[in-house]
């Protein structure tokens, strides 16, 4: 038997964040990852796939720093200068994805405020921006919750679907560091000195 409490835990942790953000239904052949990642721009395929890249080899400098401390030291280098240019990259895509805006993540989707209403259950194409590192994804979503609000604009539930392990694993560091970076705050708040 289930309590209530149990019914309302999250399957994941949420978190408050400003991201630059699109969301556009899904064509029945963007359905595939080569159609998706064809009608993003060139720019957010490229962004994505660098991060994704620095993910997976990560494992791999961590072993090397037991062997040879000196290359570990350049190959950790090398990755800031990189890490500069993405978010060089990322700085370009604010302009095309708009203004960040503020929502709610998760590693299983997020809400946010739409102009548009989109039927539940959509299918829709998620290009993001994760601010400040400029991490960029294209991701697949279904419709969860458009609800009207006052304002004339619709408050939008979208659960992610077909993630990766290596997005599912970006997403969870950038909660991670942001959960981080919030009780570093709070503590130095309290404690001025």
């Keep these: 038997m289930?309590?209530?409490?149990?019914?309302?835990?999250r399957e994941y942790y949420r978190i408050e964040d400003w991201i630059a953000l699109q969301i556009r239904p899904l064509s029945a052949a963007e359905l595939s990852d080569a159609a998706l990642a064809q009608s993003a721009p060139a720019l957010m395929g490229l962004l994505g796939e660098l991060h994704l890249a620095d993910f997976e080899s990560q494992h791999l400098l961590r072993q090397l720093s037991d062997k040879d401390r000196i290359l570990?030291?350049?190959?950790?280098?090398?990755?800031?200068?990189?890490?500069?240019?993405?978010?060089?990259?990322?700085?370009?895509?604010?302009?095309q994805l708009g203004e960040p805006q503020?929502?709610?993540?998760?590693?299983?989707?997020l809400d946010s405020i739409s102009?548009?209403?989109?039927?539940?259950?959509t299918r829709v194409a998620l290009q993001m921006v994760l601010l400040p590192r400029g991490h960029g994804l294209l991701?697949?979503?279904?419709?969860?919750?458009?609800?009207?609000r006052a304002e004339g604009d619709?408050?939008?539930?979208?659960?992610?679907?077909?993630?990766?392990?290596?997005?599912r694993q970006l997403l969870a560091r950038h909660i991670l560091q942001h959960q981080q970076q919030r009780r570093r705050q709070a503590l130095e708040q309290q404690d001025p000195t």
């Design 154 to 167: 619709y408050a939008l539930g979208t659960e992610f679907t077909d993630l990766t392990d290596a997005e």
């Design 2 to 9: 289930t309590t209530p409490d149990a019914e309302e835990r």
């Design 102 to 109: 503020a929502v709610m993540l998760s590693e299983g989707g």
């Design 115 to 121: 102009a548009e209403p989109f039927a539940v259950g």
């Design 72 to 95: 570990a030291a350049f190959l950790r280098a090398q990755n800031k200068r990189i890490d500069l240019l993405s978010a060089v990259v990322a700085q370009s895509m604010l302009g």
């Design 139 to 148: 991701l697949r979503g279904r419709v969860s919750r458009c609800e009207p």
